[in-house]
């Protein structure tokens, strides 16, 4: 059944939409404070705040409430197929290439295997209900920064050689998560729609308090 919060954060025109694993909140922070040394290289980077930090799985785009409905029935079968697994953090790289940075991320080292079969997993199911293939490898990361210009590129590279060591602790992914995206002045707000439980079962888990609170204030802003 599609969830309450699917109800309310549906308009006519739909919401912007995507999947992901996404990160306690402690977690968040750390790796926001491993892009602090950073931040000193010359141009302009869009840094993620702790609040915006998360694994993609899909980018959906614009989803009507009919298509939210068929994404959370797809969503619940992959999580009937899908165990918990641990993932841990590794390594900062760029995309596509050091010379032309476009994303700087932080890297996944344990959990890459089960992570993209999940993905894989996603990736082919929204594709059976008519969203777009993907064109590109799955690659796990979670993104630092997205890098408009560099006045010297080198200086990132050196940057990023002169981080110590990463020893944040793993996480647990036991929720495929179906989120929201605003589009704002100050950068994107995502906001939960549904979660979906990897431990075998094909219900839906309520809602936390944090997440019932933000189905009240689309219910009131709604009204």
């Known amino acids: 059944m599609v969830s309450?919060?699917?109800?309310?954060?549906?308009?006519?025109?739909?919401?912007?939409?995507?999947?992901?694993?996404?990160?306690?909140?402690?977690?968040?922070?750390?790796?926001?404070?491993?892009?602090e040394p950073l931040k000193g290289i010359r141009g302009r980077?869009?840094?993620?705040?702790?609040?915006?930090?998360?694994?993609?799985?899909?980018?959906?785009?614009?989803c009507t409430r009919g298509r939210l409905g068929a994404i959370s029935k797809k969503l619940a079968a992959?999580?009937?197929?899908?165990?918990?697994?641990?993932?841990?953090?590794?390594?900062?790289?760029?995309?596509?290439?050091?010379?032309?940075?476009?994303?700087?991320?932080l890297g996944i080292g344990e959990g890459k295997e089960p992570l993209a079969?999940?993905?894989?997993?996603?990736?082919?199911?929204?594709e059976s209900i008519g969203f777009k293939p993907e064109t590109r490898p799955f690659k796990p990361h979670i993104t630092l920064g997205r890098v408009k210009?560099?006045?010297?590129p080198y200086e990132l590279a050196d940057a990023m050689a002169s981080v110590p060591k990463i020893s944040i602790e793993p996480v647990i992914a036991d929720y495929i998560y179906l989120m929201r995206s605003q589009l704002d002045p100050k950068g994107a707000v995502y906001t939960v729609i549904e979660r979906l439980s990897l431990s075998g079962t094909?219900?839906?888990?309520?809602?936390?308090?944090?997440?019932?609170?933000?189905a009240s204030r689309l219910e009131a802003s709604a009204k």
């Open 117 to 126: 079969q999940l993905a894989n997993d996603v990736r082919s199911s929204m």
């Open 78 to 105: 992959i999580g009937a197929r899908h165990k918990p697994f641990q993932i841990g953090f590794e390594g900062m790289g760029v995309f596509p290439r050091p010379a032309a940075p476009k994303v700087i991320w």
């Open 45 to 62: 980077v869009s840094w993620s705040g702790p609040n915006n930090m998360h694994m993609t799985l899909k980018f959906l785009g614009d």
């Open 4 to 35: 309450k919060i699917i109800r309310l954060t549906t308009r006519n025109n739909g919401v912007r939409a995507f999947i992901s694993i996404e990160i306690p909140h402690p977690i968040r922070e750390e790796i926001a404070r491993l892009a």
């Open 149 to 152: 210009y560099l006045t010297q």
């Open 202 to 214: 094909t219900e839906s888990t309520p809602p936390s308090d944090a997440e019932g609170q933000i």
